[in-house]
């Protein structure tokens, strides 16, 4: 199995103030051959489906607001939500999806 | 825009099958790949399996055995069962655009297994 942990479970963040998400997996997701990083995150609030932030670990998905950011490569990875707004309290989760057939999220973060 | 619904039955009995359909708007099935994903009561979701246009799938090793996808084209639908199912199947399901990444979900279907 492909394993994503997520650091920390949960942080508390002052409005304004930057959010750092860490995201591990157990086997790196960089493909060599278009040195593309198979991970991406996602915002998920009460009551709704995860919402697509970032791709290929930094490519942000459209209409996502620029304070959100990705980076890492290989087997380390990190979102960073550069000045929070109340409404980016959520849980985000990291996603792999290099391994095919065995897709894999993290267990989550909740910002608040 | 293309948006996703899934239906289907609310409650399942424990050793029955668990049945759901997911209807694309606004798109063609046959475009692209589709996903089911689940997610219990405070974890993180989980991959179930993939349809692509072709009809062929891929399913996670932890449920292969008891899962099976398949589209209908001309209704713009795909499909979800699970066999045998168990109190531990008891989720929000999802259905979801794959690219890979899923960039457009459903609003989710609550399965309770009881």
């Known amino acids: 199995d492909i394993v994503m942990t997520q650091s920390p479970d949960s942080l508390a963040v002052s409005l304004g103030e930057r959010a750092t998400i860490k995201c591990k997996s157990s086997q790196s997701v960089l493909y060599s051959s278009n040195n593309k990083n198979y991970l991406a995150w996602y915002q998920q609030k009460p009551g709704q489906p995860p919402k697509l932030l970032i791709y290929?670990?930094?490519t942000r998905e459209s209409g996502v607001p620029d304070r959100f950011s990705g980076s890492g490569s290989g087997t380390d990875f990190t979102l960073t939500i550069g000045s929070l707004q109340a409404e980016d309290v959520a849980v985000y989760y990291c996603q792999q999806y290099y391994f095919n057939p065995q897709y894999s999220f993290g267990q989550g973060t909740k910002v608040e | 825009q293309v948006q996703l619904q899934e239906s289907g039955p609310g409650l399942v009995k424990p050793s029955e099958t668990l049945s759901l359909t997911c209807t694309v708007s606004g798109g063609s099935i046959s475009s692209y790949t589709w996903s089911w994903i689940r997610q219990s009561a405070g974890k993180g979701p989980e991959w179930i399996g993939r349809i692509f246009s072709s009809g062929s799938t891929d399913y996670n090793p932890s449920l292969t055995s008891r899962v099976t996808m398949s589209l209908h084209t001309s209704n713009n639908q795909f499909y979800l069962e699970l066999t045998s199912v168990t109190a531990a199947d008891t989720a929000v399901y999802y259905c979801?655009?794959?690219?890979?990444?899923?960039?457009?979900w459903g609003h989710g279907t609550v399965v309770i297994v009881s």
């Open positions: 979801a655009r794959d690219e890979g990444a899923f960039d457009i």
């Open positions: 290929w670990a930094s």
